[in-house]
């Protein structure tokens, strides 16, 4: 028997499936994606962005790239609010000038990494190496401190303890059993001192530019558990923003890692 429904019970019906049907459209304006500002250095890393940011835009994230000219202003525009991430850095010079700077800063995620290598026109291996052998490498503290890490992890020599990222040849060598001698000299000396010594630890920039591919030419080579991958970085407060996850993921895309591994033959590597 159906009971016969007053007209105060269907101005509340009305109103409840009103109500239901709107609750979806609500929810979608919750959880819409805002647009963001990325900064990056101007140079190879633009065309990197790019196809992040059409990766982006088929998941309902709209990108705008901000190109900047040195490694400070990046920084210095997301502690101001002037754009919403980062991608440019590694994680030592992040952890510097956070230190310097007071930064608040936190990583959503790892993206690529320009690995530097050893390199000889003497010897095939670091297990090669003779007993005195001369060895190169960058003489600016932060370059230095990256090369004998590289050569602690290839068996060459063992660092002291608590000897980091600016480790010192002259202070911090633990064990040198072969007496390796090392050499230091400015970074874009390195690649013509390969007639010189032993072997030479030469960063990206300065092998590509004399010839050197990185996957081809180098005896050792960073990998990508390297703490000098690059990062994807954003103001500690919001790390948790929904589009930061879209961002990460529209980097570490099969695009993403076909453009690297196609285009700089070694030289730059994906870190997924």
Known sequence: MSIPLSRRHIARLTLGLAAAAALPAALRAQTALKPIKVGVLAGPQTP?????????????????IVEFTDIVQPNEALAAGDIDANSFQHIPLLEQQSKDRGYKFTVVGHTLLAPVGVYSKKIKSLADLPPGGKIAIPSDPSSAGRSLQLLQKEGVLKLKQG???????????????RKVRIVELPAPQLPRALDDVDAAIISTIFAVPAGL??????IALEGTDSPYVNVIVVRTA?????????????YRSPEVKKYLLDTFKGAVLPSW
Not at 163 to 176: F, K, P, V, W
Not at 213 to 218: A, I, Y
Not at 238 to 250: I, N, Y
């Open 48 to 64: 990197v962005m790019e196809i992040v940011k059409a990766n982006a835009a088929r998941e309902g994230l709209q990108i705008q």
């Open 163 to 177: 000897a980091g990222m600016l480790a010192s040849a002259m202070t911090d060598i633990a064990e040198n059993p």
């Open 238 to 250: 919001e790390k948790d923003r929904p589009e930061f996850a879209k961002l990460v993921a529209a």
């Open 213 to 218: 591919q990185p996957g081809r030419d180098s």
